[in-house]
């Protein structure tokens, strides 16, 4: 059933220090940009709030840019706009095919980068990404602004360090050196949410994080040190066994998940030889 409208609020405010200023006197009040996880929720009857903060307005938030040698994406950069960048295709391509195969075009027109890591869903597809590129979160406060290492972010299952008063303004992503390669396992690829999805880098020091293997988005360290050591690959595969912990649930099971998590490692590493 869905969830009547009337009784909410929308404020909408065109600056960062307006926005902050709601978000610090209305405790309980739920930024929102793509809203494509919010309408969800409001269609099968739940409610995240009854005071909601419009974020479109701050056009600042939504540019790709650089700053010194870092790549710098706003939170309201849209998938559709991380895939037109040309400066996320030179730097970072693999965010580049996670951003293809978000939905479908209506949401990669709606759906921002700041919203998917905000729903800290370890579903989330540009989260694999972030993780083994050594992002930082770029968070905006009342006492300014601070950075959180992306490995550092989450604390648990749709849980952040982000704190109730702050908003995430930005991702930064310092240069990746090696080649990039993204898959993701969905029941209809593009149009649907991932059962198991792998970013990962090979360099000399291999990186790895898998998604929807576990509360929150993994790296992958004791995975990595194999590969890296040059052991064999049933080796890796064994430490990579260790260090997830799929569910089942209504869109795949835990047995489905680990084989699967196996197969894009071994395919990873024969696709990047």
């Known amino acids: 059933m869905r969830t009547a409208t009337r009784g909410f609020t929308l404020r909408r405010e065109r600056t960062l ?26 269609q099968f009857g739940q409610s995240p ?44 391509p693999m965010l580049m095919e996670a951003a293809r195969q978000v939905g479908g075009l209506q949401i990669q027109n709606r759906g921002t980068v700041g919203g998917n890591l905000a729903n800290a869903s370890p579903a989330g597809d540009t989260l694999p990404v972030f993780a083994v590129a ?19 972010f989450y604390t648990g299952y749709r849980e952040s360090v982000r704190r109730p008063d702050e908003l995430i303004t930005a991702v930064e992503v310092p240069p990746v050196e090696g080649r990039q390669w993204f898959r993701k396992v969905g029941m209809r690829a593009a149009q649907a949410i991932s059962k198991v999805m792998l970013a990962a880098v090979r360099a000399g020091s291999p990186r790895l994080a898998l998604g929807s293997v576990a509360p929150t988005v993994l790296r992958l360290p004791r995975t990595e040190t194999a590969l890296a050591a040059g052991e064999p690959l049933e080796a890796a595969l064994a430490a990579l066994e260790s260090e997830i912990a799929p569910i089942d649930d209504l869109r795949s099971t835990a047995d489905y998940r680990r084989a699967v998590a196996a197969n894009l490692v071994r395919e990873f590493w024969a696709r990047t030889t």
């Open 49 to 92: 709030g009854e005071r909601y903060l419009d974020l479109t307005p701050l056009q600042a938030l939504r540019r790709i840019s650089t700053r010194g040698d870092r790549l710098v994406i706003g939170a309201l950069a849209t998938y559709t706009e991380l895939r037109r960048s040309r400066l996320v295709r030179a730097r970072l």
């Open 17 to 42: 220090a307006a926005a902050l200023r709601v978000l610090r006197e209305e405790p309980g009040t739920v930024p929102i940009a793509g809203c494509t996880d919010v309408y969800v929720a409001l």
């Open 134 to 152: 050594d992002a930082e979160v770029v968070l905006a406060g009342p006492d300014g602004e601070r950075r959180v290492p992306f490995t550092g």
